[in-house]
């Protein structure tokens, strides 16, 4: 008998390969926004302010997401998952390139935090499309008890774009000067991303259409507006979805994004090496994924999500402390037993999310759920923790997963009362 895998090789290493590139290049700029963006774009009176500007310019791109997840849910509903997939992959390819050509605030003024802004404005749109339709891409293909462990495909997707992007910072690093990493440096990250949507397209445009979405179209013709579908018969089971998706996006910018802007500034920290702690603790994201995903299918998502859940509840009381206690090999041991814990709440969700909706609205429902929770979750966590840190110093900066935590839960108790059947 054929291995699954091996007779679904092409569509899921097209989830995976395109949720990639996407990542990578989404969390480029969170780094360059905790390391560079803040002094480069955002003059202001204090380097606190500075990365509280640039972390706000992060955020911009949350808000843009269920933008995106509407706009390319309605033709992922309308059109098919695959054309859908190679558009928003072209758009966050487009808009990450164009960062690396960008003036500084010394050479044009506010024009140039404008165009940072729009750009990246622009990435969240085109991610705001990927992770549903990828989701679709994995999950629409699977066979029966499979769904979980496929849908693992474009959960992975997240630590190889990190490890991809941090670990490019970090050879970057060692081989300039802070200079020369300043003037130009960080501009790399961003022009390869070129190379990589390239190879993105190249494997997306091989794939078909799933036989989920083709059967649903022999059935009925597409809904002429899926937004105003999902607004008039699954507005619960959208809210539910959003509030159980906020606990794996806390977990990974503030183990991300806030831990290394903190860890190099306040904590004082060498980047390089806390860039290289940080990809070290990112395999525990991977491997909690794939844990997560044979679980999953072995009991139910639900019952993984609610461990995850309550896991973070727990995290969000030692994250802080740990994080300041002055040791590397703590922060590492928090950061990685963190992330292992976010694969329980974010590996599940490509099987999960995508179960509260009927076919003929799923690539807008999982989409918009998907991204209006990272605007709770991600946008807000590193700006909720650096408020949070300056207020009662860093051991008050777990209190916001804790709370996101109780949020999850909720979510998910809310969901199975409003599931679609």
């Known amino acids: 008998m054929i291995s699954p895998y091996r007779q679904h090789r092409r569509i899921l290493i097209a989830s995976l390969a395109g949720t990639a590139v996407e990542y990578y290049d989404f969390y480029i700029y969170a780094t360059a926004a905790a390391l560079v963006f803040g002094p480069l774009f955002f003059p202001a009176s204090s380097p606190a302010a500075q ?81 549903g339709g990828a989701a679709l891409l994995a999950v629409e293909n699977a066979p029966q008890g499979w769904q979980a462990r496929f849908g693992m495909a474009p959960q992975l997707g997240a630590p190889v774009g990190f490890l991809a992007a941090n670990g490019l910072f970090l050879l970057i690093g060692i081989g300039l000067s802070e200079a020369e990493f300043a003037a130009w440096g960080w501009r790399i990250p961003f022009l390869a991303s070129a190379i990589l949507v390239g190879l993105g397209l190249w494997v997306r445009l091989k794939i078909n259409e799933t036989p989920e979405f083709a059967q649903a179209l022999s059935h009925e013709p597409p809904i002429p507006v899926p937004i105003s579908e999902l607004i008039r018969n699954h507005t619960l089971a959208t809210f539910a979805g959003t509030f159980a998706v906020v606990a794996c996006f806390a977990i990974f910018y503030l183990s991300t994004a806030f831990a290394l802007a903190h860890g190099t500034t306040v904590l004082g920290y060498n980047r390089e090496v806390f860039l290289a702690v940080q990809l070290a603790a990112i395999l525990f994201l991977a491997l909690g994924i794939i844990v997560s995903g044979v679980r999953a299918d072995a009991t139910s998502a639900v019952r993984v999500l609610t461990w995850g859940c309550a896991a973070t509840v727990g995290i969000g009381l030692i994250f802080g402390s ?66 949070l840190s300056e207020i009662g110093g860093t051991s008050l900066v777990g209190l916001y997963l804790t709370v996101a935590g109780v949020f999850s839960l909720v979510g998910l108790v809310l969901a199975q009362r409003f599931k679609a059947k």
């Open 51 to 131: 990365l509280m500007l640039s972390f706000m310019s992060f955020g911009i791109a949350f808000i843009a997401r269920p933008f995106g997840a509407v706009l390319f849910g309605h033709f992922g509903d309308r059109i098919g998952r695959k054309s859908t997939l190679v558009a928003s992959l072209m758009l966050m390819g487009v808009s990450t390139v164009l960062i690396a050509f960008l003036p500084t605030y010394a050479m044009v003024g506010w024009v140039a935090p404008l165009l940072l802004c729009i750009l990246r404005f622009g990435q969240g749109l085109g991610l705001g499309g990927e992770w």
């Open 322 to 387: 740990l994080l300041g206690s002055g040791s590397l090999w703590v922060v590492w041991a928090m950061l990685s037993l963190a992330l292992f814990v976010m694969g329980f709440v974010y590996g599940p969700l490509g099987a999960w999310l995508p179960s509260l909706f009927p076919a003929r609205v799923r690539y807008t429902g999982t989409s918009v759920a998907f991204n209006a929770g990272g605007i709770l979750g991600g946008a807000a966590a590193p700006i909720a923790a650096q408020t």
